[in-house]
């Protein structure tokens, strides 16, 4: 079992940055991602990290804006948003899974964090 804690959401205006974190209770080589979901929509993915953060994966929406990292010595995965724009208000989700493939299926996903929003206004 493995707990998560996403931080590091906010109010911030178009064009800024924010970097969002996710810490785990304990030290793991799971395969994290991250996944958002704005009012009335489904959760999706946003990018995911391979367990010893040699592999990455980014949704088209994240890519050239959005980087996901990871510091296995302090259990914790990064996403650093640039260039944020109004769309990218939604409610950001950590999870994490055993298996590297597949990560752009929430469902694959073992564990969960409660989300952090993220509001991005115009």
């Known amino acids: 079992q493995v707990q998560l804690e996403e931080s590091g959401g906010g109010l911030v205006q178009a064009g800024d940055s924010l970097r969002l974190s996710c810490a785990a209770s304990r030290h793991t080589f799971y395969a994290m991602g991250w996944f958002r979901q704005p009012p009335g929509n489904e959760r999706a993915f946003v990018a995911g990290?391979?367990?010893?953060?040699?592999?990455?994966g980014y949704a088209d929406s994240a890519k050239g804006r959005f980087t996901i990292s990871r510091d296995n010595a302090k259990n914790t995965v990064y996403l650093q948003m640039n260039s944020l724009q109004p769309e990218d208000t939604a409610v950001y989700y950590c999870?994490?899974?055993?298996?590297?493939?597949?990560?752009?299926?929430?469902?694959?996903?073992?564990?969960w964090g409660q989300g952090t929003q993220v509001t991005v206004s115009s």
């Open positions: 999870a994490a899974k055993v298996p590297w493939f597949n990560i752009r299926s929430p469902e694959t996903y073992d564990y």
């Open positions: 990290i391979s367990g010893s953060g040699g592999s990455t």
